[in-house]
């Protein structure tokens, strides 16, 4: 069973930053890919930031909406994956998970954190 555990949530006025760590339970190089979604109320979750293709040539992806903003970055030795978000908007106001895919057959099996509340003030 693959824990994934998230930190680095909080309030933040908008303009500000936040990190947002994901600490996995095993290596990353369990993982095909890693990423970051995102919930606000009412709304359906959304990818935010994905790496893919992990030791091999990392791929890594975002939502249009946070482009230049936010960067996904990993660190090996410490089995966790960031998200660094800077010059945040109140529309970012949101409980972020960490998803990671593990190879299962020709499929794969995704993993959930339990979430961490960003909020942004205006």
């Known amino acids: 069973q693959v824990q994934l555990v998230e930190s680095g949530g909080g309030l933040v006025q908008a303009g500000g930053s936040l990190r947002l760590s994901c600490a996995a339970s095993?290596?990353?190089?369990?993982?095909?890919?890693m990423g970051w979604y995102r919930q606000a109320p009412g709304k359906q979750r959304e990818l935010v930031a994905r790496?893919?293709?992990?030791?091999?040539?990392?791929?890594?992806n975002y939502a249009d909406s946070v482009k230049g903003r936010f960067t996904i970055s990993r660190d090996n030795a410490k089995n966790t994956v960031y998200l660094q978000m800077n010059s945040l908007k109140p529309e970012d106001t949101a409980v972020y998970y960490c998803?990671?895919?593990?190879?299962?057959?020709?499929?794969?099996?995704?993993?959930w954190g339990q979430g961490t509340q960003v909020t942004v003030s205006s």
């Open positions: 998803n990671a895919q593990q190879p299962l057959g020709l499929g794969s099996r995704g993993y």
């Open positions: 095993r290596s990353i190089f369990s993982f095909n890919a």
């Open positions: 790496i893919s293709r992990i030791g091999s040539g990392d791929s890594t």
